[in-house]
């Protein structure tokens, strides 16, 4: 073991963001009770470096970065259907994009340029960022992961 990140619960979702400084977690407060927040660790220290909180969101599931770390997906561990796309260096929400089927946004995945975002719950979801449209639909989504 090279570190540990002190939590008080589990997550549901960790991500490193792309430049390898951070670990982000999202999901279980404490014992099941769901947890709106995002923490961030800085890798180097353990240290937690912010928090990120949306009051819309009952709890984070999902989690996936722009291939350029600058942007955060977050989906929803609720029947809300929300995804927000945060600014990761700010901590501030830029968009939301909700799932007309309100399906929990367990998976989550940006396009290559960062132009798209597929989503996966209930149906898979190819979301046009700039619109936010829905601009495809594919299938069910079984599994916990949408990846390239």
């Known amino acids: 073991m090279v570190k540990v990140f002190e939590a008080s619960g589990g997550f549901y979702s960790v991500r490193w963001s792309p430049d390898g400084k951070y670990i982000v977690g999202a999901g279980i407060h404490s014992f099941g009770e769901k947890d709106r927040n995002i923490y961030v660790w800085d890798v180097v220290t353990g240290n937690e ?4 909180t ?3 969101t009952v709890s984070a599931w999902g989690l996936s970065f722009s291939l350029d770390g600058r942007y955060l997906a977050v989906g929803s561990a609720d029947s ?3 995804i927000s796309i945060w600014d990761f260096p700010s901590g501030e929400v830029i968009r939301k994009l909700k799932d007309p089927s309100e399906g929990e946004q367990r998976a989550l995945d940006f ?3 960062g132009k798209y975002l597929v989503s996966g719950g209930g149906p898979i979801l190819l979301w046009d960022l700039e619109s936010r449209k829905i601009v495809r639909q594919f299938g069910i989504c079984h ?3 949408v990846s390239k």
Do not use: A
Request: no cysteine.
């Open 54 to 56: 949306d009051k819309e």
């Open 143 to 145: 599994i916990d992961e």
């Open 111 to 113: 396009s290559p340029d």
């Open 49 to 52: 470096r912010k928090e990120f």
């Open 80 to 82: 809300s259907g929300l």
